[in-house]
């Protein structure tokens, strides 16, 4: 199977420094860009399926892909959703003292938030889900920064502790390319943005 992880485009709410989580968020006009710029570099792919975040920021993403793809298989997955700010969603990253909450990096959270455990147990599942479909073609998520950066962390063997810290992060639109034999995932790519050299 090769993988393609690819995260949503910016939204006003990246652009603002808010924290959205959960939240639709809403594609800025530079996001709008970089989704078309995404769609054009992918066109050429042959997919089996396409897993894309039930939110509205990666279903708006998704469409220039999908315009190019139309018979491919299309399945919203609330699995891939962004981690969970709780109370703080839509929240400037700097009204919200996420320090300040109670325990360590990995278990803290806010009020009906997610901490990071929980974010990983929730990819993790997701990756077992996507290891017992055999797909044997290429596969597309289409999902959040946080998130994709933990199943990232899952592909490559590392623990959450060797994952948080790294800088295994995304650009928006950023590329992440996997082939996986057995279970066993060997990285091509990684966080790719050759598709906004001019943006």
């Known amino acids: ?89 839509g929240k400037l990253l700097a009204e919200a003292d996420l320090e300040a909450l109670d325990g360590d990096l990995y278990h803290r959270h806010p009020d009906h938030g997610e901490s990071f455990i929980q974010l990983h147990e929730r990819m993790s599942t997701f990756h077992k889900f996507l290891l017992s479909q055999n797909h044997s073609g290429t596969v597309l998520l289409v999902s959040h920064g946080t998130s994709l950066k933990i199943l990232q962390g899952i592909l490559l063997g590392l623990s959450l502790e060797d994952t948080v810290p790294r800088k295994l992060g995304f650009y928006n639109t950023g590329v992440s390319e996997f082939v996986l034999e057995n279970g066993v995932a060997k990285a091509i790519e990684l966080n790719s943005i050759s598709h906004l050299r001019d943006v």
């Open 1 to 89: 199977m090769k993988l393609l992880l690819v995260r949503h485009g910016q939204t006003i709410e990246n652009r603002e420094r808010r924290l959205q989580g959960h939240i639709p968020g809403h594609l800025s006009e530079l996001g709008k860009k970089q989704v078309q710029l995404v769609g054009e570099r992918l066109k050429n792919e042959e997919f089996s399926v396409i897993y894309c975040s039930d939110l509205k920021r990666c279903i708006d993403t998704s469409q220039p892909i999908v315009q190019f793809h139309p018979s491919t298989p299309f399945v919203k997955d609330n699995r891939l959703r962004e981690m969970s700010y709780g109370i703080f969603e």
